[in-house]
């Protein structure tokens, strides 16, 4: 997907929701001068700020104490967002251009409580099989598994995990432990033939705003087409275009 083109900004603007970014990222109940402390804006300038985003309720300043804290209109608009956040819908764009980029099969994958399940998959040769389908299931140690088992929370995928782990031998354990380690330190994972001989997939992590995992995207081809490491150029593009997806759902690194 094209980057957006930067061009001319309104400061004014970009000041505003700098001050907006300050108390929200303090989580508690802001004096002026707090804010003044965080922002360096002179008094006469912040004043403005402040009283404007009150009168538009993006603030709220208690009667009381003459705090301020985040307002009413950002919960409206914070709950605009979450009716419209269709992670489908808004991942589809990126997956069809990764399909065009790697000429391979592209699937998007959710946890389920039974493990990670493919939800979407792009795939212009319908007579390829990769092994999986939507409604699949996919094991551990398949690329999407291994970014499941790097990124997921542990309590969530404990008895997951165990399971898994109960159907291979422990040498692979240790192995999927030290890929688990990769993957957390690079973002992305790769697996060679994990489900069907001659296809091997590479897969990296979408977060969302609260560094949490929404789901794995994984491009599944035929071995000799499918990167091996993350010194393929390939795995460059996959890497960023990882960041620029999870930055649709407001995650920052």
Same mark, same amino acid.
């Given at each position: +997907? ?7 900004? *309104?400061?004014?603007? #970009?000041?505003? +929701? ?7 990222? #303090? ?8 804010? $003044? !402390?965080?922002? @360096? *804006? ?12 009150? %009168? ?22 914070? +709950?605009?967002?979450? !009716? $419209?956040?269709?992670?489908? !819908? ?20 959710? =946890?389920? $409580? ?6 979407? !998959? ?10 999986? #389908? ?20 542990? @309590?969530?995928?404990?008895? =997951? ?5 109960? @159907? ?6 240790? $192995? ?7 993957? +957390? ?53 996959? *890497? %960023? ?13």
């Amino acid at each position: +997907m094209e980057a957006i083109k930067k061009g001319t900004t *309104i400061q004014s603007l #970009q000041i505003g +929701m700098g001050i907006i970014e300050s108390i929200a990222k #303090q989580g508690k109940p802001l004096k002026f001068t707090d804010i $003044q !402390d965080l922002t @360096q *804006i002179t008094k006469s300038n912040l004043y403005k700020y402040l009283n404007t985003f009150t %009168q538009l309720g993006i603030l709220y300043r208690r009667k009381d104490t003459g705090e301020y804290v985040l307002g009413s209109k950002l919960i409206e608009y914070g +709950m605009a967002a979450v !009716d $419209q956040e269709n992670v489908i !819908d808004r991942i589809s764009p990126f997956l069809h251009e990764i399909n065009e980029k790697s000429s391979s099969t592209v699937l998007f994958s959710r =946890w389920t $409580q039974n493990g990670p399940m493919i939800l979407k !998959d792009i795939n212009t040769n319908r007579g390829f099989n990769i092994g999986a #389908q939507i409604g699949t299931l996919l094991p551990i140690r398949s690329a999407t598994g291994k970014v499941f088992m790097a990124f997921m929370d542990e @309590q969530i995928i404990h008895d =997951w995990k165990a399971n898994e782990f109960k @159907q291979i031998p422990p040498e692979k354990v240790s $192995q999927l432990e030290d890929e688990c380690r990769f993957v +957390m330190e690079h973002g992305i994972a790769f697996a060679r033939e994990p489900l069907v001989s001659s296809v091997s997939s590479v897969s990296f992590p979408v977060f969302n705003y609260k560094k949490e995992l929404l789901g794995a995207v994984t491009v599944a081809g035929f071995s000799e087409f499918i990167p091996k490491n993350e010194n393929h150029e390939l795995s460059h593009y996959f *890497i %960023q275009i990882s960041k620029e997806i999870s930055g649709c759902f407001g995650y920052r690194a």
